[in-house]
């Protein structure tokens, strides 16, 4: 593209933050391209599958108006997941009943795009006085592309089409939701009790039932939520790496744990287990219960994957330590027992561990301060013992 292309279009397109919620530049036909409507039909599928058919759907722009108006042709996408990056969806734009089209993707992450009249980037469409203009959109996620939701729960992607100055019920008419096949899930163990000299010993587990795999590297924060301050100073956390108990430093705070990255190339039908032990270095009267979290993030940055639970502290029965489950217990030798491939992604620092009983958790979409609230709120829930329960967060409609 021309040093003038790209910097037409840089004009043509912004993004707000990561979302890649698209913001159409200044003209001076804002108030009459407000005065258009519009309309989303024909769509041919409701999930995306990564590297298969595209879905398509029918865009209808409507000038009800006397004398012509301008619409500038955009469209956006953002993820549910939380995150997107150059090439990891397509999306294309094909003229039915206008004129001849050409389109160029913008610069945030390949997830969105202008189109414009045939050889006329810096211009837009002019639609007649009680005309329509339609397009066939295409959107289309890479094959490697990872969605990030548990089985139970689909992510989902959502296409901006409309122009700046839109009403709310316009903006609603010219915004699609497109479900993505499940991907990512966390699991914990259950049932663990920490006490002086008693370590409790549990693990975590990522399991990708995604088609895609992630281009960049996954990490895994665990917390001790809300602990009390004499709990922080006392509570500690090894990992098993190499056949080996290793001591984790506290990241950030006295409560957050930074776990060993998975490398890129995280994909379908692997999984990546922790095995974590709790240990307390002195007695905290009065503490029965410590709450825990554990939050997964893509390249460090956006948390799309929570777990929230408790671990129980009990000096007084804690003469023995259970061990996760009798299918779960602390081998270092012992291979995963669930079907189908259970190795790391290559070069993975997996610790050992064996695969068994515990409890799937959702994932979350684009989080920041509020998925913290919501893990907060869930932990309040939780009963006792290192029970887990899913933290979702669905995407709403934007405009809700």
Do not use: C
């Amino acid at each position: 593209m021309s040093s003038r292309r790209t910097t037409a279009l840089a004009t043509a397109l912004a993004a707000v933050a990561t979302g890649s919620v698209l913001l159409l530049p200044a003209t001076s036909a804002h108030a009459a391209d407000s005065a258009l409507t519009y309309k989303i039909s024909d769509v041919s599928q409701t999930v995306l599958h990564r590297g298969n058919t595209p879905a398509t759907l029918t865009f209808a722009v409507t000038n009800p108006s006397d004398a012509p108006l301008p619409y500038q042709g955009s469209a956006a996408l953002t993820a549910s997941e939380g995150f997107l990056y150059q090439g990891s969806v397509t999306i294309g734009v094909t003229p039915l009943d206008a004129p001849a089209t050409d389109s160029e993707p913008g610069d945030v992450n390949g997830a969105d795009l202008a189109f414009y009249p045939k050889g006329e980037l810096e211009k837009p469409f002019m639609v007649p006085a009680h005309s329509s203009y339609s397009w066939k959109i295409t959107v289309s996620p890479a094959p490697d592309y990872p969605s990030n939701s548990s089985p139970e729960e689909e992510g989902s992607f959502w296409i901006y089409l409309y122009g700046q100055g839109a009403s709310r019920q316009e903006q609603d008419n010219a915004t699609h939701r497109f479900d993505v096949e499940p991907g990512l899930v966390d699991t914990f163990d259950t049932g663990a009790v920490v006490a002086p000299g008693k370590p409790a010993v549990t693990w975590l587990e990522l399991d990708d039932y995604g088609s895609g795999s992630f281009p960049g590297a996954l990490t895994t924060e665990i917390s001790d939520y809300g602990a009390p301050s004499a709990v922080a100073s006392a509570l500690t956390l090894e990992v098993r790496s190499g056949g080996k108990w290793v001591a984790l430093e506290h990241e950030g705070d006295q409560t957050q744990w930074l776990l060993p990255a998975i490398p890129a190339g995280f994909s379908h039908g692997q999984k990546h287990r922790y095995e974590l032990r709790f240990s307390l270095k002195t007695e905290v009267p009065g503490v029965k219960e410590v709450g825990l979290g554990a939050t997964t993030r893509y390249l460090g940055r956006m948390p799309f994957v929570t777990a929230a639970g408790r671990l129980q502290i009990d000096p007084a029965s804690a003469t023995a330590t259970p061990t996760p489950t009798a299918s779960a217990s602390a081998s270092a030798s012992a291979a995963p027992t669930t079907p189908g491939p259970t190795t790391p992604a290559a070069n993975s620092p997996a610790p050992d561990g064996t695969s068994g009983g515990g409890e799937q958790l959702a994932s979350t979409g684009a989080a920041g301060t509020g998925m913290l609230a919501g893990v907060a709120a869930l932990l309040a829930a939780v009963g006792a013992g290192l029970t887990f329960g899913a933290a979702r967060r669905r995407r709403a409609s934007p405009h809700s």
